[in-house]
C-alpha cells in the first residue's frame, strides 16, 4: 500500500518528533492534540528543531519551509479519515489508548493502518478495541525521534503480513532501521532497558552511590552515552514508573517491581526534565 498522509496523535516530545521526521521523509501529516495550545506547543518544538539544523547548515532553509508546510495541525480527531496510516504517542496509559483506538476504528477508513508507539502496553490489547486488529500494529520510535535510527515494529497476533511490510518500508523511508519485536510487555528496548534504570534507581535509593557516582560509571564503565539516571529524567520518571508497572503486572516477576523511590518522586510530581526535577534539577 502506498502511505502518503501520515497521521499523528499527540504533539508532544514524541509526536511532534514523529511528525517532523514524516514531514521531512516526504510525507503530508496530520498533527493531533486535544487543544490548539499543544499543537501550538508542539509546532514551537518541530520549528526550533528544524532551525538548529539550518543555523548548522544541515538544513536549507527552503526545506525547512517545505517540512513545515507539509504538517497539518488539528484538534479534531475526524480529520484522520483522511490518513493511511496513523501513529498514537499519547499519554502511556491503556484508558486513553483504547479509546483512541476505538475512535480511529470508527473515523478512518478500512484501508488505514493503526499504529501505536506505545513504551510496553501490549499491541494485542490494543487491536481487540478495534473491528480491523489485523491493521493494528506497534511502531515504537525511540527518543529523540528526529536523532535515534532505531523503530521497534511490534506484530500482534492477528497483525497481517502486509500491514507489518507496509509499516517496516514506512520506517525505512523515513531513515529509520526497523527491528521486529514480538508482543510481550515491554517489547525488547524496554525490557531490557527498564529494569536498568530501575537497578540504579535502587543504588540511589539504598544509598550505593549518588546519581552522579551512579551516572559516571555506567557512562565510562559500559561505554554509555548518557548515565541511566539522566536517561531516566529525559525519558519522564512517569513515563518510567508505568512502564516498569506494564511489565511487572504483564509478566509477574517481581524483579520489576518499580523502586519506591521512583514511585515517591513521581507523587511528588518530580518527573524529570519535562517537570524541571528529577534525580537532578534543570533550569
Partial sequence: MEIATFGVI?????????????????LNVILH???????????????????????????AADEMQAILGRIKTVTDLAAMKDADIVVEAASEREDIKFNIFAQLDQICPPHTILASNTSSIP??????????????????????????????VIRALPTSDETYQDTVDLAVKM?????????????????????????????????????????TVMKLGMNHPMGPLALADLIGLDT????????????????????????????????GRKSGRGFYTYK
Fill in 10 to 26: 499527540g504533539a508532544g516530545q514524541m509526536g511532534g518528533g514523529i511528525a517532523q521526521v514524516a514531514a521531512a521523509s516526504g
Fill in 123 to 152: 499491541i494485542g490489547r490494543i487491536a481487540a478495541r478495534t473491528s480491523r486488529p489485523d491493521k493494528v500494529i506497534g511502531m515504537h520510535f525511540m527518543n529523540p525521534v528526529p536523532v535515534m535510527k532505531l523503530v521497534e
Fill in 240 to 271: 518510567c514508573l508505568a512502564i516498569l508497572t506494564t511489565l511487572h503486572q504483564g509478566l509477574g516477576d517481581p524483579k520489576y517491581r518499580p523502586c519506591p523511590l521512583l514511585r515517591q518522586y513521581v507523587e511528588a510530581g518530580w518527573l
Fill in 33 to 59: 492534540d486535544i487543544a490548539e495550545e499543544f499543537v501550538a506547543k508542539g509546532m514551537k518544538a518541530i520549528t526550533a528543531n528544524l532551525q538548529r539544523s539550518v543555523d548548522k547548515g544541515k538544513l
Fill in 175 to 215: 531513515g529509520k532501521v526497523p527491528a521486529q519485536a514480538n508482543d510481550y510487555p515491554g517489547f525488547i528496548a524496554n525490557r531490557i532497558l527498564l529494569p536498568m534504570i530501575n537497578e540504579a534507581i535502587f543504588c540511589l535509593y539504598q544509598s550505593v552511590g549518588d546519581c552522579e557516582a551512579i551516572d
